[in-house]
């Protein structure tokens, strides 16, 4: 089998959709709201979107909720558990996956923190892309408060509308969260290389307990954070990565 098979990519894609779905009803809203704003003189057509307005808004609240109470949890269980059936070749499910975790160690906890090593690796890579994005949406976000600010002839109301996307909003919840999460996959990714390092020079003792602790750090971060990172850059830097993690191995003696 030389293809790469992971059987949670169904669970993932239908996240991504409804993902895409919140994204679209956000920005949907956004820009209904301060349309809304400009149509006084068309009374008709204001009461109209106010409604649709009314229920995107309802929408994207049931959508938003039911990926981040629901789907991002139950997603995340199931590949944790995936993730130590394969590092402990404990049958805890019944998930198929070939050439996602790529390391011929044997079952054990030093399995374990090879298959996070690996993780953490492509997951600060996406995350720090995804913080790009988010810091160009959120800029000019902020350009244009700033601006409707300093402008005295912008409407108070008209500040109010950008001032209640840009605050009340997920929009900035969802940027620090995703920041966070960068920040913590870097770090795990350097104490994870440190004690790869260590493993190499012969140290071994205490290093199992310090796997577990980064791999408890990687799971309560994703946890925390409750970000769904992009399936769109993770397969966009997959080839380049993948070569990445065949250097480290063999620089780390990963085998």
Partial sequence: MSERIDSLDKYYKQLNIVDWVCTILFWLNAWVSILVFFLNEYPAVREALTYFFIGTTVMFFIADNFISIYLIPSVEGKRRVHLISKSLDVPLDNEITNK?????????????????????LFAKEVTSRMCIKERRKILIYVLIWFSALLLRTIDLEFISIIS???????????????????????????????????????????????????????????????????????????????????RIKENLDIK
């Fill in 164 to 246: 209640q996307t840009l605050f009340a909003s997920t929009l900035l919840t969802k940027w620090l969260k995703l920041e966070y999460l960068r920040s913590k996959n870097e770090q795990i990714y350097q104490c994870l290389y440190d004690l790869f390092l260590l493993h190499k020079e012969g140290n071994v003792s205490k290093l199992s307990a310090k796997f577990l602790d980064c791999f408890v750090s990687y799971e309560a971060a994703k946890a925390y954070s409750g970000i769904k990172q992009s399936s769109k850059i993770f397969f966009e830097i997959n080839d380049t990565y993948t070569e990445e993690w065949e």
């Fill in 100 to 120: 996602y975790y790529n390391n011929d160690l044997e079952p054990s906890i030093l399995k374990l923190g090879a298959h996070i090593f690996e993780n953490s």
